[in-house]
């Protein structure tokens, strides 16, 4: 069975330009989770969908950052535009009901703002 | 979700078992302890999690006080492969979403 499938795996864009990621999530699950790694840290939520339903996203910052999960499969994840401060590894993760509900984790965006 | 508490790193030798800490005293009756570990430049990588009872899976071992305040997961013979990052989280299993502390970094050594 295929993990969570994440592209770009490494993204250089100049500061104030856009960026976007994709996810493919494990299939079946219906949660699906975008995180954000700074160096040297744990990872943080950005977001969380159920389905389509975007039903966590406090942590998202919506001047710049915007996500979407059209018929609650892929997501994709935008930045515009891009700033210094965004260089961090986007992780993208997805879980199941009832299946006790373990969160598997893709590989991974590398973005480098420079 | 209840707070835990790792040492910041750690060493072992290669061929050894590497015994990994964790701390979640405030932890509630409800909420399983998971343990993931991240290998430098990829994703989290799930391992194990239990509510009570010990665990074991080809990966790991995790044990569980009876109090369930602290809880160590146990790599049986540690290879230069298993050099990471492991987190020890507390989640409710109804719960929809982890959240990381700092993690020990594990250092394993030849």
């Known amino acids: 069975e295929a993990g969570v499938v994440q592209s770009p795996r490494y993204k250089i864009i100049e500061k104030k330009q856009p960026v976007a990621f994709w996810c493919n999530p494990i299939?079946?699950?219906?949660?699906l989770y975008w995180y954000r790694q700074n160096l040297g840290q744990g990872p943080e939520l950005l977001i969380r969908?159920?389905?389509?339903?975007?039903?966590?996203d406090s942590q998202l910052p919506k001047d710049r950052f915007s996500a979407e999960r059209l018929k609650g499969v892929d997501s994709t994840l935008k930045i515009q535009p891009a700033e210094l401060g965004d260089s961090a590894v986007y992780l993208c993760?997805?879980?199941?009901?009832?299946?006790?509900?373990?969160?598997?984790f893709g590989e991974g965006s590398w973005l480098t703002v420079v | 979700d209840a707070k835990t508490t790792q040492p910041t790193s750690m060493d072992c030798a290669e061929g050894r078992a590497a015994n990994l800490p964790c701390n979640h005293s405030t932890i509630s009756g409800n909420e399983y302890v998971y343990w993931y570990r991240q290998i430098h430049s990829q994703g989290p990588q799930y391992i194990i999690h239990?509510?009570?009872n010990n665990e074991t899976n080809e990966m790991a071992s995790l044990i569980i006080t009876e109090d369930r305040k602290s809880s160590t997961l146990i790599l049986p013979h540690a290879t230069l492969r298993d050099t990471a990052v492991y987190y020890c989280i507390v989640k409710d299993n109804a719960g929809n979403m982890l959240t990381f502390g700092g993690g020990t970094r594990l250092m394993v050594k030849p």
């Open positions: 239990g509510l009570k």
């Open positions: 969908y159920e389905n389509e339903e975007a039903v966590d």
């Open positions: 993760a997805s879980s199941q009901r009832g299946s006790g509900n373990t969160i598997y």
């Open positions: 299939s079946g699950h219906n949660t």
